[in-house]
């Protein structure tokens, strides 16, 4: 669920290769301009302008592109050092270029767009299945409660949760976990999360979520709405049962007065 923090670190890694790796390029390349064709240098260009956009997406690959551009004209076609441009041949040969490593970036960001997407939905699918798994598997008192609980401190980036549940005098406090690995991290955090646990018109309990450094994304926000609903499914279960035992024990207890 922490897919925004590796699109970062993959985005500056495409810039980097953008720029630090085009000047590398260009100085690998460059002892041997005299020696080897422009469209060849072109070429060199161009794979690493495929490499660019499969790593950061589209905004780095377009950055790689026309920087190509620039450094296969300043550099490679003659004559040096000036954007000028002799022959016809390599006014096509450098458009070319730029056509190619533009669309071929375009493409790239595209279907890396849609494979993360695919790759979150993923993710977001399974945890929910993780949550709903860990609610509904056999478990000793409130058990099944602090897992869940525990799940949503590990994988969610939350420092605290507290379910509390519906009492005769209000609310009161049902399970409690906190992530002590981050009770030394200072950082400015988000407001806690209050998310009511509500079945038909009854309102069964709080949970309450704090300690988030990063706003919620959508993909965690649709987790938490299908775990509230499953977590008032089941609270609104045991409370049920918790009444039918004790309406049984009255029944039993009638009967042998």
């Not at 379910?163 to 005098?169: A, I």
Request: aromatic share 6%; charged share 25%; with cysteine.
């Amino acid at each position: 669920m922490r897919v925004g923090s590796d699109l970062r670190v993959r985005r500056g890694a495409g810039y980097i290769l953008a720029t630090l790796g085009m000047a590398a390029l260009v100085l690998a390349l460059r002892p041997a301009r005299d020696s080897i064709d422009p469209s060849t240098a072109g070429w060199a260009f161009l794979a690493l302008v495929v490499l660019t956009s499969a790593v950061g997406g589209l905004g780095p690959g377009m950055l790689a592109s026309f920087v190509a551009f620039g450094c296969s004209n300043y550099f490679f076609v003659q004559p040096y050092h000036t954007f000028e441009i002799a022959r016809g041949e390599d006014v096509v040969m450098l458009f070319v270029l730029l056509g190619m490593s533009g669309l071929i970036s375009f493409l790239l960001a595209r279907a890396r767009a849609r494979a993360e997407v695919a790759e979150a939905r993923a993710g977001e699918l399974q945890l929910q299945q993780d949550l709903a798994r860990a609610l509904v598997e056999p478990a000793a008192e409130n058990e099944n409660y602090r897992l869940v609980l525990r799940i949503l401190v590990a994988q969610l980036g939350f420092r605290r949760a507290i379910l509390l549940v519906q009492g005769d005098e209000g609310l009161e406090e049902l399970v409690r976990v906190k992530d002590d690995r981050a009770e030394e991290d200072e950082r400015p955090t988000r407001r806690a999360e209050r998310l009511p646990l509500v079945v038909g018109r009854r309102n069964l309990g709080l949970l309450l979520l704090s300690g988030r450094m990063d706003p919620i994304d959508p993909p965690t926000r649709r987790t938490l709405e299908a775990l509230t609903d499953q977590l008032a499914l089941v609270l609104e279960r045991d409370r049920l049962l918790q009444v039918a035992v004790r309406a049984e024990r009255e029944r039993i207890r009638g009967q042998k007065d």
